[in-house]
Each structure stands twice: as C-alpha cells, then as structure tokens.
C-alpha cells in the first residue's frame, strides 16, 4: 500500500532562517507531488506541483521554492522566512495520469502536515 | 478564472442530515470532489462525481448538476465524529485539483 511521510510534524523558526520540509511517498512510482499551505480556519492554497523528476509549476510567486531530487521525493525551501509563511503546510500525492501529468480523477492523498510557526 | 463557493459553517443536530453545497466556476471540468479534514488533521479523499446525479457511500452522499455547476454532500445520521471541515474541489482535467474554501460543520447533541 502507498504511504506518505512529511516531517517535521511541528517546527518554530526566527524570521530570516532558512527552511527545508521534506516529503516522501513509498509504494508507487512517478507520483504526482504537491505542496500545500493552509492558514488557520482557512482553504488549501496550492504553492507547487510536479508531475516528473525536476519539473516544478509554481502556482503562487513567493518566497517558497520546492524541488523534487528523486521521483518519490518533494522538498520545499526557503532562504529567509518571513512572518507570513506562518501556517499549516500539507504534502499530497495523486498517482500519474494514463498519458502522463494530470489525469482523471485526480484523487490526492495527503501527509500529516508540518505547523510552522516563524516568530 | 476558477472559483468555488461554499457555506464557511455549518451546525447540525446529532443524528440529522446536512446538506453542504458546492458552485463552482471553471475553465475546465472533469468532475468534483469531496474532503474531509478534522481540526488539526490532513483532507482525506470522501467521494467523487464525474456524471450527474448521486453517489452514495454509507453515510455520506454526493450529488452533482453539470448544467447548474453545482454539486452537494449529503451527511445522514450525523455523529459527533462528522464535526470536521469540508471541502469541494474541482477536477479541471489535466491541472491540478482546485479546492473550495471549506466549510465548517459543526454537530451538537
């Protein structure tokens, strides 16, 4: 069965460090990646997605990057945290299209999460 | 553009129904879908329609009208545990899911 690892689970950091929350899928290949920010009480806004080793689409400029070094591997970085990057950040996956990228039903199944809390 | 809209709370009784519904504006559209997400939790997939009409999985029901752009989740015999928040998201077919902002239930005894 497919299984999805994000950690850490919590993490408080100082405006101006750098970040780095990692992402792991076990038991498929070529999955679909995605990064996700929540705020608190609010919807899911989309940040990256990558549907192949190093192919990145960035939905919303900011001052986050992501980058997928393997196929089964999602990162997402940034040099210098602001306040604003506060929030509930959420790794999902969807199996690959039939013809490749972003097919069908598109079902996503997402990890725990990581709470960050820049201070 | 692409924009869903949805109620941002709901309340209901312990045992009732409650219907959560969806309208959405896309560019594109495959089918639409349901999440859950409990307070301090990750969405979890609930259902799926491509083609009008009902989906039923226990529970939980969901309808969809293409030619209204509309769709809804049905809860039936409501319990404590449904108290969560529920999402909506668009299929537009070959870019990612687009969620609506959710709406929040909340069940009372």
């Known amino acids: 069965s497919q299984t999805i690892h994000q950690w850490p689970a919590t993490l408080v950091q100082p405006v101006g460090s750098p970040l780095s929350l990692e992402c792991t899928v076990e038991g498929t290949s070529n999955p679909n990646l995605y990064w996700y920010r929540q705020a608190a009480g609010r919807g899911l806004q989309l940040l990256f997605y990558s549907v192949g080793i190093g192919q990145i689409s960035s939905e919303v400029p900011q001052n986050l990057s992501a980058s997928r070094p393997q196929d089964r591997q999602f990162i997402l970085s940034s040099k210098k945290l602001l306040l604003s990057d506060s929030g509930f950040y959420l790794c999902?996956?969807?199996?690959?299209?039939?013809?490749?990228?972003?097919?069908?039903?598109?079902?996503?199944?997402f990890g725990a999460g990581t709470r960050l809390s820049v201070l | 553009g692409q924009s869903l809209e949805q109620p941002s709370e709901v309340t209901a009784v312990e045992g009732a129904i409650v219907q959560i519904n969806c309208t959405y504006q896309?560019?594109?559209?495959?089918?639409l879908s349901w999440y859950q997400q409990h307070d301090g939790g990750a969405p979890t997939f609930l259902s799926y329609?491509?083609?009008?009409g009902l989906e039923e999985t226990g529970r939980f029901s969901s309808f969809l009208s293409r030619s209204d752009s509309y769709g809804y989740l049905l809860l039936q015999e409501l319990q404590m545990k449904d108290s969560a928040s529920y999402f909506c998201a668009v299929v537009p077919g070959n870019t990612p899911l687009v969620f609506g902002k959710g709406t929040r239930l909340s069940v009372i005894a």
């Open positions: 896309t560019s594109g559209f495959y089918g």
């Open positions: 999902a996956w969807s199996p690959l299209g039939a013809g490749g990228g972003i097919v069908g039903k598109n079902i996503q199944y």
């Open positions: 329609n491509a083609l009008d």
